[in-house]
Protein backbone atom coordinates (compact mmCIF):
# COMPACT_ATOMS: atom_id res chain seq x y z
CA UNK A 1 0.00 0.00 0.00
CA UNK A 2 1.20 3.17 -1.00
CA UNK A 3 -0.62 5.68 1.77
CA UNK A 4 -4.67 5.68 2.54
CA UNK A 5 -7.17 8.46 2.53
CA UNK A 6 -8.83 8.80 5.88
CA UNK A 7 -12.22 10.32 5.58
CA UNK A 8 -12.66 13.42 8.05
CA UNK A 9 -15.52 12.64 10.20
CA UNK A 10 -15.97 8.85 10.15
CA UNK A 11 -15.50 5.86 7.32
CA UNK A 12 -13.23 3.07 5.76
CA UNK A 13 -9.79 4.36 4.95
CA UNK A 14 -9.36 4.17 1.15
CA UNK A 15 -6.30 2.23 0.30
CA UNK A 16 -3.81 3.63 -2.27
CA UNK A 17 -2.75 0.87 -4.31
CA UNK A 18 -1.07 2.25 -7.43
CA UNK A 19 1.96 5.04 -8.18
CA UNK A 20 -0.73 6.79 -10.40
CA UNK A 21 -4.71 7.11 -9.60
CA UNK A 22 -7.64 7.96 -11.20
CA UNK A 23 -10.35 9.67 -8.38
CA UNK A 24 -14.19 9.96 -9.59
CA UNK A 25 -17.64 9.17 -9.55
CA UNK A 26 -17.34 6.27 -12.33
CA UNK A 27 -16.75 2.46 -11.68
CA UNK A 28 -13.82 2.75 -13.85
CA UNK A 29 -12.07 4.82 -11.84
CA UNK A 30 -9.08 3.80 -9.27
CA UNK A 31 -10.84 5.57 -6.85
CA UNK A 32 -14.25 5.61 -6.66
CA UNK A 33 -16.34 8.30 -4.61
CA UNK A 34 -20.10 7.64 -5.31
CA UNK A 35 -21.29 11.47 -4.59
CA UNK A 36 -23.61 13.38 -6.77
CA UNK A 37 -21.50 16.23 -6.29
CA UNK A 38 -17.99 14.58 -7.62
CA UNK A 39 -16.78 14.43 -10.95
CA UNK A 40 -17.21 11.38 -13.12
CA UNK A 41 -13.23 11.41 -13.33
CA UNK A 42 -12.54 14.38 -10.91
CA UNK A 43 -8.65 14.19 -10.33
CA UNK A 44 -5.97 12.38 -10.84
CA UNK A 45 -3.47 11.17 -7.90
CA UNK A 46 0.69 10.47 -8.73
CA UNK A 47 4.04 9.53 -6.81
CA UNK A 48 6.35 11.65 -8.06
CA UNK A 49 9.83 11.76 -6.26
CA UNK A 50 8.19 10.08 -3.11
CA UNK A 51 5.83 12.49 -2.97
CA UNK A 52 1.44 12.44 -3.72
CA UNK A 53 0.63 14.80 -5.52
CA UNK A 54 -2.89 15.50 -7.27
CA UNK A 55 -4.32 17.40 -10.53
CA UNK A 56 -7.72 18.77 -10.99
CA UNK A 57 -9.34 17.61 -14.35
CA UNK A 58 -11.24 20.21 -14.52
CA UNK A 59 -14.05 19.04 -12.33
CA UNK A 60 -16.97 20.77 -11.81
CA UNK A 61 -16.40 21.36 -7.75
CA UNK A 62 -13.25 21.41 -7.53
CA UNK A 63 -10.41 20.05 -5.28
CA UNK A 64 -8.73 21.80 -2.25
CA UNK A 65 -5.00 20.70 -0.45
CA UNK A 66 -5.52 22.49 2.76
CA UNK A 67 -7.94 24.48 1.77
CA UNK A 68 -6.97 26.50 -0.85
CA UNK A 69 -7.83 25.64 -4.62
CA UNK A 70 -5.82 23.83 -6.71
CA UNK A 71 -4.65 23.08 -10.02
CA UNK A 72 -2.08 20.65 -9.87
CA UNK A 73 -0.36 20.73 -5.91
CA UNK A 74 1.98 18.11 -3.99
CA UNK A 75 0.24 16.69 -0.69
CA UNK A 76 2.46 16.42 2.14
CA UNK A 77 1.65 13.62 4.92
CA UNK A 78 -1.05 14.82 7.09
CA UNK A 79 -2.42 17.54 4.10
CA UNK A 80 -5.90 17.56 3.93
CA UNK A 81 -7.30 16.65 0.28
CA UNK A 82 -10.75 17.89 0.01
CA UNK A 83 -12.22 16.97 -3.73
CA UNK A 84 -16.13 18.31 -4.27
CA UNK A 85 -16.93 18.84 -0.43
CA UNK A 86 -15.49 15.67 0.61
CA UNK A 87 -12.70 16.01 3.11
CA UNK A 88 -9.75 13.26 3.25
CA UNK A 89 -6.44 12.86 5.54
CA UNK A 90 -3.73 12.41 2.89
CA UNK A 91 -1.32 9.13 5.38
CA UNK A 92 1.76 8.00 3.93
CA UNK A 93 5.74 7.98 4.05
CA UNK A 94 7.60 9.46 1.10
CA UNK A 95 10.86 7.66 2.86
CA UNK A 96 9.07 4.23 1.72
CA UNK A 97 7.87 5.79 -1.56
CA UNK A 98 11.47 6.55 -2.48
CA UNK A 99 11.87 10.41 -1.18
CA UNK A 100 15.43 11.59 -0.85
CA UNK A 101 16.46 14.48 0.41
CA UNK A 102 13.95 17.46 0.98
CA UNK A 103 11.05 17.74 -0.38
CA UNK A 104 10.42 18.58 -4.55
CA UNK A 105 8.30 21.99 -5.05
CA UNK A 106 4.59 22.20 -4.52
CA UNK A 107 3.76 22.12 -8.03
CA UNK A 108 5.72 20.16 -10.60
CA UNK A 109 7.38 22.32 -12.71
CA UNK A 110 7.03 20.90 -16.12
CA UNK A 111 9.41 23.28 -18.22
CA UNK A 112 12.23 23.31 -15.71
CA UNK A 113 15.21 21.80 -17.65
CA UNK A 114 13.83 23.19 -20.90
CA UNK A 115 15.06 27.01 -19.58
CA UNK A 116 18.85 28.54 -19.35
CA UNK A 117 19.08 29.83 -15.83
CA UNK A 118 19.13 33.28 -17.59
CA UNK A 119 15.52 32.31 -19.34
CA UNK A 120 14.46 31.23 -15.54
CA UNK A 121 15.55 34.35 -13.67
CA UNK A 122 13.81 36.71 -16.08
CA UNK A 123 17.18 38.11 -17.65
CA UNK A 124 16.64 36.50 -20.80
CA UNK A 125 13.72 35.67 -23.48
CA UNK A 126 13.58 32.50 -24.97
CA UNK A 127 14.10 32.08 -28.59
CA UNK A 128 11.33 30.87 -31.31
CA UNK A 129 13.12 27.29 -31.24
CA UNK A 130 13.52 27.25 -27.57
CA UNK A 131 9.76 28.11 -26.80
CA UNK A 132 9.05 25.18 -29.29
CA UNK A 133 11.72 22.50 -27.50
CA UNK A 134 9.50 23.87 -24.58
CA UNK A 135 6.32 22.92 -25.89
CA UNK A 136 8.14 19.42 -26.50
CA UNK A 137 9.10 19.16 -23.83
CA UNK A 138 6.03 19.88 -21.91
CA UNK A 139 4.22 17.93 -24.34
CA UNK A 140 6.19 14.65 -23.33
CA UNK A 141 5.61 15.39 -19.47
CA UNK A 142 2.00 15.84 -20.28
CA UNK A 143 1.98 12.43 -21.75
CA UNK A 144 3.59 10.59 -19.20
CA UNK A 145 1.65 12.19 -16.32
CA UNK A 146 -1.61 11.18 -18.26
CA UNK A 147 -1.05 7.59 -19.30
CA UNK A 148 -3.54 6.42 -16.30
CA UNK A 149 -6.17 8.75 -17.97
CA UNK A 150 -5.06 7.70 -21.06
CA UNK A 151 -5.97 3.80 -20.09
CA UNK A 152 -9.26 4.98 -18.43
CA UNK A 153 -10.40 6.70 -21.65
CA UNK A 154 -10.25 9.93 -19.82
CA UNK A 155 -10.02 13.37 -22.06
CA UNK A 156 -6.84 15.07 -20.50
CA UNK A 157 -7.06 18.63 -19.66
CA UNK A 158 -6.66 21.42 -21.83
CA UNK A 159 -3.35 22.76 -22.80
CA UNK A 160 -2.64 26.16 -22.51
Known amino acids: MLGE ?3 QG ?15 RRESCDVVLR ?7 HCQMMV ?3 YWYVRDLKSRNGVKVNGVRITERRVDPGDTLSIAKHNYE ?11 GPPPPEALDTDVFGKSLLERAGLQK ?4 KE ?3 RSLL ?7 DDASKEKHVKPPEQP
Not at 126 to 129: F, Q
Open 126 to 129: ATPT
Open 139 to 145: SEYRELM
Open 35 to 41: FANVSAH
Open 132 to 134: AED
Open 5 to 7: LIP
Open 90 to 100: LRYSPMELGAV
Open 48 to 50: VGG
Open 10 to 24: GGDPIPLLKKNLLVG
